[in-house]
T-cell receptor
Framework: GAVVSQHPSRVICKSGTSVKIECRSL??????MFWYRQFPKQSLMLMAT?????????EQGVEKDKFLINHASLTLSTLTVTSAHPEDSSFYIC??????????FGPGTRLTVT | RKEVEQDPGPFNVPEGATVAFNCTYS??????FFWYRQDCRKEPKLLMS???SGNEDGRFTAQLNRASQYISLLIRDSKLSDSATYLC??????????????FGAGTRLAVHP
């Protein structure tokens, strides 16, 4: 149990375009999902906390108008990177809270902006 | 000062060796502590939670010293498959009820034959 999927696993897009990443909890309902970003050889940095049916809570320094989060159901949260630039190229990982403190992570999405 | 600090390594050890990783955290009110393992270009996976009394899971032993704000992970009889980055993770007390986790940058372990 506690499987989280992400789609797509890898995406290459042109500068100025928008990219949507989906995070799904496959066998459980997740009222809370988290979005992280990881640059090479750095730690995971929490970008935002996504709660079903309400607005996401963004971490300091993360632009909410650039990184749009929607958590429309108990099994799906989406992250849209709007007007992507090369510096947005990174590994984006979501996680979902399952039964208490544990978080289960999706396999990640590698975004490359050219 | 970073909230969670780890020695980045890499630790290069032969198979069968015992290796220890250390981690310090800055928030004395932190509630929960974990070690995650991350393989190259993959997502982190929970290795074990860390309890105040210390806990063991097979070849892995985790210790917590709240007074020193220090967490450790000991791996005995290293296997080639243990090669990965080990992430020290802390749940701060001010997470606003959302169970936010703070990740260290990770310590890289390379086990060689």
């Amino acid at each position: 149990g506690a499987v989280v999927s992400q789609h797509p696993s890898r995406v290459i897009c042109k500068s100025g375009t928008s990219v949507k990443i989906e995070c799904r909890s496959l066998d459980f309902q997740a009222t809370t999902m988290f979005w992280y970003r990881q640059f090479p050889k750095q730690s995971l940095m929490l970008m935002a906390t996504s709660n079903e049916g309400s607005k996401a809570t963004y971490e300091q320094g993360v632009e909410k108008d650039k990184f749009l989060i929607n958590h429309a159901s108990l099994t799906l949260s989406t992250l849209t990177v709007t007007s992507a630039h090369p510096e947005d190229s990174s590994f984006y990982i979501c996680s979902a809270r399952y039964q208490g403190y544990e978080q289960y992570f999706g396999p990640g999405t590698r975004l490359t902006v050219t | 000062r970073k909230e969670v600090e780890q020695d980045p390594g890499p630790f290069n050890v032969p198979e069968g060796a015992t290796v220890a990783f250390n981690c310090t955290y800055s928030n004395s009110a932190s509630q929960s502590f974990f070690w995650y393992r991350q393989d190259c270009r993959k997502e982190p996976k929970l290795l074990m939670s860390v309890y105040s009394s210390g806990n063991e899971d097979g070849r892995f032993t985790a210790q917590l010293n709240r007074a020193s704000q220090y967490i450790s992970l000991l791996i005995r009889d290293s296997k080639l498959s243990d090669s990965a980055t080990y992430l020290c993770v802390v749940k701060p007390s001010f997470s606003g009820g959302y169970n936010k986790l703070i990740f260290g940058a990770g310590t890289r372990l390379a086990v060689h034959p």
